[in-house]
Structure formats: structure tokens, C-alpha cells
């Protein structure tokens, strides 16, 4: 079927070198001696780890549970023994430790329990748990946790699922060979997405440079009876931006400052939707996905290779070339030089590729930017990336805001283009951090003011209430000299009655009369703070309150070893 | 190392790039140029190359950048060939690098260099000159002098008396005398009909002139080194104010058509409202500066003092530049709808 596509502006076509690794289908990559499993492998909470050292988990077993709504759920990748949870090189580009699970595996493979589920039969909130217990996450490199994206608008119902399979970053062809080979399990798990969302149309966009992956698409949308759309769309990076592919399939625009759902559209990786698919109907939790290995290797492939194997044990599969001189982890575009091998392979890595100086060769030095406009035309949200670098350049953030920064999606396109090569993307990285410290920086601020404020408020206040005070007691002072002969005849008869002890001793004595009122004003107070402060064992259950009780007979017969009886009678009792 | 920053892969781009094209772009107007006035003209542009890329290394030593990667951008040339397309071409050596220095040395560097001047160089070495110099910049060779290498080499030089005889006009000046002779009493079209200095549709000779810069010019355009907005709004506002003017009194006003292949009209269409440094940078500022600039160029070059108006024109419209900006930034993704 034709359908009308919508075009979006800007864009680049950086040579696409995606030939290499499509050659052989994807391959399980071994088991490496030691899994370095990062807990913290999405957007949102760190995980928490469940698991000790020293314990043997089982492949798929929770090591560690999301942490709030966002965040998602880690798992072992295989059966092993976990020999320690410690700070491990992240695969990150600032190469910073981050708290991993150590597993040694026992080579058994052994899964825990699994539960296939069918999600028709489930509440839509269940599956949404069950989704950030699998660990189901963005696996187009954004990691965000999918169940919290599975949500409609609260006005606005959803009119198109989109599914990305455009792949437009070069060298990677992660995406494109899983639908050549699991086609029929992807289009499967769309129907968990469609239905969450109670989406009207589901559209699945592919790069038209991919067109195996097209036919295997809409062979399996055919074979399934499903009525969704494969749509080839034209090969230009970024085509697979999100937001870029909601635009090309439906003529939607989403800025920054808004959700896709508010303009009832919502978009998911078609890895994502795979690994859906495998945790509902085969109750197996993301513990692996499938990595492009290419560039400047003999052997460029795909492969699956368990989450938390170390890049170095991966990146020998495809045998580097001698002149390999770094890795990059991403493609060439938005990804990251990788600064240590230790580091292992996370939800976020689809593809990594070894450079070498004629691969990848170091950026001409930058000139001076002439206003030359080609990054405005590149960009494809439209910004104009030359006057953000110039604000950025001159740490005028605020203007940086005005000219929409953080609509940026740092593509790179800008940097690409630009003829006095420009490192653009870095300059609003830097200007983006830039503003988010101050915004931290003055919150903190704020909070310390605040408290400040606070703190004199109630310094002030208890000033005043002293002085009343003060003020009332020279008051009383004053009436009671003035009624002291009355008042120590009161105290001859009254307060005889509550303090014996002072009052047999010299019935007239003044000194007995001042202690016993002291006396009576402690004993006055006491009752008055028990009236005033609720006791914390007010508002408690029946079962509380008879622990409690329990608790204190034993106290008593503790206390009082003559009624040993009562209080087993009292413990058998509750 | 310098492997840290995505994207790790670049198009094929490079400042020296864009300012290679910007020459090759100018061959077709130059080679016109040589068929109709010699190699006068040639010698022009090497000694305004030559003074340009001094003043450039002096500068750039003077500020303490790098000699070679200024050097080899190829924008001090491309400055240097435009004044050199300006000036007359049997001006005398002094005057042509008079003119450079104050456009590199001035207007480029005094400013903070490649980038960063508000001013088109090569317009403020025009204007320059013509405010101090006057008379010299407007002797234009008559055509149809045949002057030997040796007597145009002598004549730029200072070595040969300046011979009245070589002291031409442009036609653009030729018609505005000659109306101003005439005090209303001759008629645009029999003057332009009768006169040696006009051609078939614009001046004798410098109608092909010009045509060869609309050559290279769009060239560049299907190059994609310049757009078309500051050409066509130029162009645009040109042709408009001299088609009103033209219709209302055909006697006093010559065509469109004259006005578009006259003077500095197609160089500064293609080569000088294109400046990117200068100009605007959003595409319907440009078409505003584009437009503004022809109105300017048409009225100072028709009711004003001076042959042509483009180069005061420019440099007026340099000064709006970031008010333009300004006041005509796009809608960026998604927000189109908003107010």
C-alpha cells in the first residue's frame, strides 16, 4: 500500500557501510568467564541489588529490583555464582565506575522459573509491572523504561503506534537483522504495545535501504493477520529519530516541551518490542540483545551476547585489525568513544564499532564559524545551531533558551556540515550541563534560603513566646505576693493531701509550701504534655495493640518476678 | 586524543572549499572581463591578491594565530578578487592596495577576523576609496582603447602620464550625466540608442561582464553555496523600483533589464549580499536584506552622487543585519503552530 509520507527538514547522508556486517546471519556470542552486569542500566532509579556475594543465581533470576516507577528491573544473564557487587567500569564515555553484579558462570545455562504470560488476560497496570520487571527498556540506545511510555494521554487517544525500525545511524545493522530473523516475534509483540496504548493504527517504518527487512515485515504482518503498516521510508539520517520518524509517518511534530502521546502518537524501538514479546510470552527477562560488530574488523557480524560481557571478550569475536586504534560504542554519529574495554556491554549498546585513522579520521582543527547557515539547514528540528554556538560560546545561556537548546537532539547533523568543523554538538552538550547545574545550584540555593528563613522564623517566634512567658510569670509572681497569706493557708490544707510527706514534717513551713507547688507544677505539667502530644501508639491495629500488650506484660513480669504466670499466659495468648 | 567527540565521521566541507567554488564562481565574469578590457585586469587581481594575503600574515602574526590555516582558507583571496572586480582596472597600483589593506586590515582583522566582520571587506575598500579618491575610481577605460601590455603595465604603475583619453565612465554614469546635461531634454532611449557606451541591453562589453557573474552565480547556487534568497530579494528590489520608475516615465528612466546587467548589479547579487559573514543568516532576513539592498543600490545609483549605490547600500543593510536576524527567526520543530 502507497501511503503519503511527510518529509523532514534537514538531515544528512553520511555513507551508510551497513553491507559488512549483514553478511552472516547473528550469532550467539559465547559465554565469557566473568559478567560485569551494571545495575543501573536505564533512565530513571538505580536498581537495587538483591543478591549477595558468594550466591548462586540462576539465568533470569532479579539481581536487581526497579527502583520507583522509573526504572527497570536487572536480571543474572546466566547461572552462576555471584562473586561480588562492586564498583566496575561503566560503559560510559567518561569511563567512571558503576555498582555492578560480578557472575561467574557455571557453564549450565540454567534458567530460573519462567512464566509465559498472555498479556489479553491481564490488567494493563500488570502489564506494565511486569514489563519493568523484565527489564524492557528503549533498546534504540535511549534506555527508558518502555512501561513507563505505555500510557495514553489522559485527553488525547493514541491514533498511530509507530514502530522504529528506520536504523539510520551508519555501520549499525542490529535492528535490521533482527527483523530479517525474528520478524514474526516482533510483529507479535506490537500487539502488547497496541494494546496498552489502545492505538487506532500501528506503522512500522524502516530505512528503504533495508529492503530484506521490509519484506520480512510484511511477511510476518500478513502471516499474523494483523492490519499494520510497513512503510519504507527514505534512507536519511536521522530518519530514525523518534520524533524525526513520527513526522515522516504521520505529519506530527513533537517539540520538546511535550509528550508524543498529548499529540496521540507514541513510538518504540522494534528491539524494544521484541524483547517485550520474549518476557510476556516466554516469561524470559532482558538479559541479552543483539550487538552490530564491524568497522575496522576481519570478521563483522551481529551478535547476541549476554548483557555484562565485557567488551574486550565481544570485540575479539570479529578479530580487530592490527591498525584498530579505538572503539566506539553507538554509531559514528551519536556514539561515544569507549575509553576502557573492561567495560561490559549494557541495554544501551547496539553496536560497536573499531576505528582506525582512515576510518575515522581526526576532525580538521576548527576554524572560525562565517555564518555560512549549513547546520540551520541541516538541522532537522530547525534550530539555528550557529547562533547556539555563539550564545554557548560566549556563556549567554539564557539566550542559548531562548533559541530552543534543548530541543536539540544532538544528531550531529549540525557538526557534520559544518565547513569550519566546528565540534557544534560538544558546545551545546556543554551549555545544556551548563544550565542544568545553575537550575541545581539555585534550587539548593533556594532550599538553604528557605531554611534560613525557617530558622529565624522559629528563633523569632520562640523569643517572643519566652518573653510572653517570662512576662506572665512576673505577673503571677506579683499576684501571688500580693495573695501569700491566703495562699499559704491553702497550702496548710490542700496540697496536704497530695504531698503528705512534706506537709507532716511542718505543716506552716514556707520552704514545704515552695516544694510542694514545684511539686504540683511538674506533676500539672506532665499531665498537660500527655494531653497535648498524641502518643504513638494511638492509631495502631488490633494486632499492634496486643504485640504491644504483650510486650509489656513481659516487661512486668520481668519487673516483678513474682508473676511469672501471668505473662506466659499473656504470650500463649497473643 | 582527538577521537573523543561525536560524530566521528564529517562531510566533505571545508572553509577553503566554500572559498574555492566562491572563485571558480567568479572565472566566467573574470574571463569577460580580460575579453574586454586586457590583461589590465589580471594584473589587478594579482597585486590585490598579493597585498591581501600581506595584510592577512601581518594580522594574523600581529594576533597570534596560525599563518598557514588563515592563509590557505582562501577568504582574504576571495576578498582581494572582489575588490580588484570593483575598482577601476587602470587604477594605479597604490589605490588597489590602498583599498585590500583596508579591507583585511581594517574591516576583517580590526574586527576579530575570519567571521567575525560586520562590514563587507571588500564593499568597505570601495567606499573607502571612492569617498578619498574620487576622481580615480571613476576613470574607467573608454572602449575600444587599445592599450599593449607594456602601456596598461606602465598606466597602473604610474610610470605613464594618465592620458585624458583613457578616463571613460560607466554607463551607468554615462547616462547619469548625460541626463543631467541634458536638464530632461534628451530621452533614455535615443541616448542609449546612439551612444558608443551602451550595448544591447546594458552597457557596451560589461552587459557580457555581468552576464559571466550570473553564470558563476548560479553555478554556486547548484553548488549549494549560496541560496537564492539574498540574490532574488536583491534582484528583486532592484528591478521592481526600476520597472515602477520606468513604466511612470520610460524617457527618464532606463529598463529593468539595463539596471540588472549595469554596474555592480550581478557581482553584487551573486558575490556580495551572499556574503555569509555579513549578511543574514535566516532566510526570510535574507530575502529582506537581499530586497533592501536592491532598493538602496537603485536609488543611490539613479538620485545619488556616486556611479553605483550597491557597495553604500551593502554597508547600510550590514548595519541591520542583526535586527533582521532578530525579528525573522523561523519556527523551529514542532512549533510551528504556536504564537
Known sequence: ?574 | MDFSTPPYVLGETSVRRVMLQVLLGLLPGIAAYVWLVGASIVLQLAMATLAALTGEALMLWLRGRPLRLFLSDGSAIVTAWLIALTFPPLAPWWLIVVGTLCAIVVAKHLYGGLGQNPFNPAMIAFAVCIVSFPALMSQWPVLGLKLSLDEQFKLIAGLAPRIDVMSGATPLDALKTALKLGEGSVDVPTLLATQDVFGNFAGRGWEWVSSGYLLGGLWLWQRKIISWHAPLGFLGGLSLLAAALWMWSPQQFASPLFHLFSGGSLLGAFFIVTDPVSGCTTTRGKLIFGFSVGVLAYTIRVFGGYPDGVAFAVLLLNLCVPLIDMYTQPPIFGMKNEP
Request: proline share 7%; hydrophobic share 40%; aromatic share 6%.
Open chain 1, 1 to 574: 500500500m502507497l501511503r503519503q509520507l511527510f518529509n523532514f527538514k534537514g538531515g544528512v547522508k553520511p555513507q551508510t557501510n551497513k553491507a559488512p556486517s549483514v553478511q552472516a546471519p547473528i550469532g550467539q556470542a559465547p559465554l565469557p568467564s566473568r559478567l560485569y552486569v551494571p545495575l543501573h542500566q536505564s533512565i530513571g532509579g538505580s536498581p537495587n541489588p538483591l543478591v549477595q556475594p558468594g550466591e548462586q543465581v540462576l539465568k533470569g533470576q532479579l539481581i536487581g529490583s526497579a527502583d520507583g516507577w522509573l526504572s527497570a528491573a536487572v536480571h543474572a544473564p546466566t547461572s552462576g555464582t555471584v562473586l561480588a557487587i562492586e564498583d566496575h567500569v561503566a560503559a560510559h564515555p567518561s569511563g567512571l565506575p558503576t555498582l555492578s553484579v560480578v557472575i561467574e558462570p557455571d557453564g549450565r545455562d540454567q534458567w530460573a522459573a519462567r512464566r509465559p504470560l498472555d498479556h489479553r488476560t491481564l490488567a494493563p497496570e500488570r502489564v506494565r509491572e511486569l514489563l519493568r520487571d523484565a527489564g524492557v527498556v528503549g533498546l534504540g540506545g535511549a534506555v527508558f523504561p518502555s512501561h513507563a511510555k505505555l500510557t495514553a494521554a489522559k485527553t488525547v487517544a493514541v491514533e498511530q503506534l509507530v514502530i522504529n525500525g528506520a536504523e539510520c545511524e551508519p555501520f549499525m545493522t542490529c535492528d535490521d537483522l533482527l527483523m530479517r530473523e525474528r520478524a514474526e516475534e516482533s510483529v507479535r509483540g506490537i500487539a502488547i504495545f497496541r494494546d496498552l496504548l489502545a492505538a487506532r493504527r500501528v506503522l512500522i517504518g524502516i530505512e528503504d535501504n533495508k529492503p530484506e527487512a521490509v519484506a520480512a515485515m510484511q511477511a510476518a504482518v500478513l502471516q499474523l493477520g494483523e492490519d499494520y503498516e510497513v512503510v519504507a521510508v527514505p534512507t536519511r539520517y536521522p530518519a530514525g529519530g523518534a520524533k524525526q520518524l513520527i513526522r515522516v509517518l504521520t505529519g506530527k511534530e513533537v517539540p520538546a516541551s511535550k509528550r508524543s502521546t498529548e499529540l496521540g502518537v507514541q513510538c518504540f524501538n522494534v528491539a524494544t518490542v521484541y524483547t517485550a514479546y520474549r518476557a510476556l510470552a516466554h516469561g524470559e527477562p532482558v538479559i541479552s540483545r543483539i550487538v552490530t560488530l564491524t568497522g575496522n574488523v576481519e570478521q563483522p557480524r551481529n551478535w547476541e551476547v549476554r548483557l555484562g560481557t565485557p567488551l574486550r571478550d565481544l570485540v575479539a569475536l570479529g578479530r580487530p585489525k592490527a591498525d584498530t586504534s579505538n572503539y566506539l560504542m553507538g554509531g559514528p554519529m551519536m556514539g561515544f568513544a569507549i575509553p576502557d574495554l573492561a567495560a561490559p556491554v549494557v541495554k544501551a549498546t547496539n553496536c560497536v564499532i573499531a576505528g582506525s585513522p582512515s576510518l575515522f579520521p581526526a576532525s580538521p582543527p576548527e576554524m572560525p564559524c562565517i555564518r555560512c547557515g549549513a547546520c540551520a539547514e541541516a538541522c532537522p528540528h530547525e534550530l539555528q545551531p550557529f547562533e547556539l554556538y555563539w550564545f554557548a560560546r560566549a556563556r549567554n545561556f539564557g539566550k542559548t533558551q531562548e533559541y530552543h537548546i534543548f530541543d536539540c537532539i544532538e544528531c550531529g547533523c549540525c557538526s557534520y556540515v559544518c565547513p569550519s568543523h566546528i565540534p557544534l554538538v560538544q558546545y551545546f552538550r556543554f551549555a545544556k550541563s551548563e544550565i542544568w547545574s545553575r537550575e541545581r545550584e539555585k534550587q539548593a540555593a533556594d532550599a538553604a534560603k528557605a531554611r534560613f528563613e525557617l530558622r529565624n522564623a522559629r528563633a523569632e517566634r520562640e523569643q517572643t513566646e519566652k518573653a510572653e512567658r517570662l512576662a506572665r510569670a512576673a505577673t503571677a509572681r506579683t499576684a501571688e505576693r500580693k495573695a501569700l497569706p491566703v495562699k499559704a493557708d491553702a497550702a496548710a490544707s490542700q496540697p496536704a493531701a497530695s504531698v503528705e510527706a512534706a506537709v507532716t514534717t511542718s505543716p506552716v513551713d514556707a520552704e514545704a509550701v515552695k516544694k510542694a507547688s514545684i511539686v504540683a507544677a511538674i506533676e500539672r505539667a506532665r499531665a498537660q504534655r500527655e494531653a497535648v502530644q498524641p502518643r504513638n501508639t494511638e492509631q495502631l491495629s488490633a494486632g499492634q495493640k496486643k504485640e504491644i500488650a504483650a510486650i509489656d506484660a513481659r516487661r512486668a513480669a520481668l519487673a516483678d518476678p513474682a508473676k511469672p504466670a501471668d505473662a506466659t499466659s499473656e504470650r500463649t495468648g497473643g
